[in-house]
C-alpha cells in the first residue's frame, strides 16, 4: 500500500494550495481518508476527514471554512483544497487511510509534504 501526497510548498499568508493524495494498493472504497499535519514541536493533528460511504466530512475548528475535502473514488485519490491561509497552517501535511471494516481496521500514512505559510 502506498499514499502518494504532493501540491506542497510555500504560500503567502491569504493564498490558497491544494494538497493530493494518490493511493495505490488497497480498495479505496473501503477506507476514510483524512489529512493530519504536524508542525515543529508540535503533536500530529487532525486536518479533515471523508468518510469512504456516505462521504460525509469533517473539520477541524481551526480550517473550518478554509479548507475543503473531497474525493475521487474512481482515480483513487483525495484532495485538500486550502484558502484564506494563515501562518499557523504550515506544517508537514499526511494523506492517512483507514480502513473502516473492522474496528481496528489497518491504517497507512503518507509520507508528509511541507507546506509553509509565509510573506
Known amino acids: 500500500v502506498q499514499l502518494v501526497e504532493s501540491g506542497g510548498g510555500l504560500v503567502q499568508p491569504g493564498g490558497s494550495l491544494r494538497l493530493s493524495c494518490a493511493a495505490f494498493g488497497l480498495t479505496f472504497t473501503d477506507y476514510r481518508m483524512s489529512w493530519y499535519r504536524q508542525a515543529p514541536g508540535k503533536e500530529r493533528e487532525l486536518v479533515a476527514s471523508?468518510?469512504?460511504?456516505?462521504?460525509?466530512?469533517a473539520y477541524a475548528d481551526s480550517v473550518q471554512g478554509r479548507f475543503t475535502i473531497w474525493r475521487d473514488d474512481i482515480e483513487s485519490r483525495v484532495d485538500l483544497q486550502m484558502s484564506s491561509m494563515k501562518p499557523q497552517d504550515t506544517a508537514v501535511y499526511f494523506c492517512?487511510?483507514?480502513?473502516?471494516?473492522?474496528?481496528?481496521?489497518?491504517?497507512?500514512w503518507g509520507q508528509g509534504t511541507q507546506v509553509t505559510v509565509s510573506p
Open positions: 492517512h487511510a483507514q480502513d473502516t471494516r473492522a474496528i481496528r481496521g489497518a491504517v497507512y
Open positions: 471523508i468518510d469512504d460511504f456516505t462521504h460525509r466530512k
